[in-house]
């Protein structure tokens, strides 16, 4: 099983801002990551698959990077509407799995 | 536009089995797709279950291999998730998605909103 370490649990900054989440792999897993976001009483929604490809409709604000063990989810200008939390989820070996999830919170 | 909707009792008496259904619509369920199950509970989070292709060819979670079934209906564009002898741990709300396959590359997509099942007496 690939376990994962996403941090920070719980972020709080202000609109504009650029905040970063990570996920770290227990082993190597290429690309084979994606993003999520959720918002209470919403099912997760896909923002970014293979670590880097934007969801279609996604705003070009949320951009993802990495490879191998470690990736970010990077919102470059958090807007009111970001405050959500975000998920990272592995597909590259069976079980998948998912972080234990971001809060991202607007000061 | 690809939409998925569960379907569920709500409410599972323990040791019983639960069934939850994903009507799909948009896309055949005979498609390229592999049709997967996630639940979701503030203890474990999010958790995948497991998947099925139109072929019946699944893939499950060692954790809850032994207790879960997937299976697929071609005649009504729906895949369903048995879980049996539940107890209060497998409340959750349980989602379905896809796993799309297009030119040797997969991916996640599609997700439907969520159905609420608790583990009660």
């Known amino acids: 099983v690939i376990w994962m370490t996403q941090s920070p649990s719980l972020l709080s900054a202000s609109t504009g801002d650029r905040v970063t989440i990570t996920c770290r792999m227990s082993q190597g897993i290429n690309t084979y990551v994606a993003w999520y976001q959720q918002k209470p009483g919403k099912a997760p929604e896909l923002l970014i698959y293979a670590a880097s490809t934007l969801q279609r409709g996604v705003p070009s604000r949320f951009s993802g990077s990495g490879s191998g063990t470690d990736f970010t989810l990077t919102i470059s200008s958090l807007q009111s509407e970001d405050s959500a939390t975000y998920f990272c989820?592995?597909?590259?070996?069976?079980?998948?799995?998912f972080g234990q999830g971001t809060k991202v919170e607007i000061k | 536009q690809v939409q998925l909707q569960e379907s569920g009792p709500g409410l599972v008496t323990p040791s019983g089995t639960l069934s939850v259904t994903c009507a799909v619509s948009?896309?055949?369920?005979?498609?390229?797709?592999?049709w997967s199950w996630v639940r979701q509970s503030p203890e474990k989070g999010l958790e995948w279950i497991g998947e099925?292709?139109?072929?019946?060819?699944?893939n499950y979670n060692p954790s809850l291999k032994s207790r879960v079934t997937v299976s697929v209906d071609k005649s009504t564009n729906q895949f369903s998730l048995k879980l049996s002898s539940v107890t209060a741990a497998d409340t959750a709300v349980y989602y379905c998605?896809?796993?799309?396959?297009?030119?040797?590359?997969?991916?996640?997509?599609?997700w439907g909103q969520g159905a609420l099942v608790t583990v009660s007496s």
């Open positions: 989820q592995q597909y590259y070996s069976f079980p998948w799995t």
């Open positions: 099925i292709y139109h072929t019946g060819s699944t």
């Open positions: 948009g896309v055949s369920i005979s498609s390229s797709n592999w």
């Open positions: 998605t896809r796993r799309i396959v297009l030119g040797g590359n997969f991916w996640p997509g599609d």
